[in-house]
Antibody, heavy 119, light 113 residues
């Protein structure tokens, strides 16, 4: 059974940094692109980042370019999101999700980890 | 960026009746080869992550009840629930994966009338 478990969320001050992790199990991690999607409290979904199977290709939403870095450790079946210079408006639940290799739909999601940016 | 606009923002339907949600993209999400629309539909219930219902605009994900169907092509798409069940109360999102950045619609909240 596919499992995605995020961790690393918490309270951080504006301008601070946080590193999110996503532990994957139940499938061959190297067969899939992986992504991050976030959801501010009570609001809709926003796609954040995507990384290729071998980590050589990375894509980001414009608002996080230069501040967020997506990476993966295929030996540890783990996905990461390094977030720097965080802003108040980036308070959200951050989900990791598996790209189903059909172009970009997400068939499996973690439960999410809450990042709160506040002074 | 491709803007995805859903309508309506909220919808109340009686149990057993049909529910239809619309999604319009600001540009076509149809790839001529392989002639597929790069559009997905998700269902999200409170406190849960989204669940994939439909991909390639009309293909039902494994395990999704057949009362859910997707249609449309190019820029205009629909998600239809043929006979609303109580467990279908949720927020529904469309998403394009034709280009980067991937983008979602704003969501449609579906309730029981």
């Amino acid at each position: 059974e596919v499992h995605l478990v995020e961790s690393g969320g918490g309270l951080v001050q504006p301008g601070g940094s946080l590193r999110l992790s996503c532990a994957a199990s139940g499938f061959t991690f190297t067969d899939y692109w992986m992504g991050w999607v976030r959801q501010p409290p009570g609001k809709g979904l926003e796609w954040v980042a995507l990384i290729s199977k071998d980590g050589s290709e990375k894509y980001y939403v414009d608002s996080v370019k230069g501040r967020f870095t997506v990476s993966r450790d295929n030996a540890q079946n783990s996905l990461f999101l390094q977030m720097n210079s965080l802003r108040v408006e980036e308070t959200a639940v951050y989900f990791c999700a598996r790209d189903e290799d059909r172009g970009g739909d997400y068939g499996y999601w973690g439960q999410g980890t809450l990042v709160t940016v506040s002074s | 960026d491709i803007v995805m606009t859903q309508s309506p923002d909220s919808l109340a339907v009686s149990l057993g009746e049909r529910a239809t949600i619309n999604c319009k993209s600001s540009q076509s999400v149809l790839y001529s080869s392989p002639n597929k629309n790069f559009l997905a539909w998700y269902q999200q219930k409170p406190g849960q992550p989204p669940k994939l219902l439909i991909y390639w605009a009309s293909i039902r994900e494994s395990g999704v009840p057949d009362r859910f169907s997707g249609g449309g092509s190019g820029t205009d798409f629909t998600l239809t629930i043929s006979s609303l069940q109580a467990e279908d109360v949720a927020v529904y999102y469309c998403q394009q994966y034709y280009s980067f950045p991937r983008t979602f619609g704003q969501g449609t909240k579906l309730e029981i009338k």
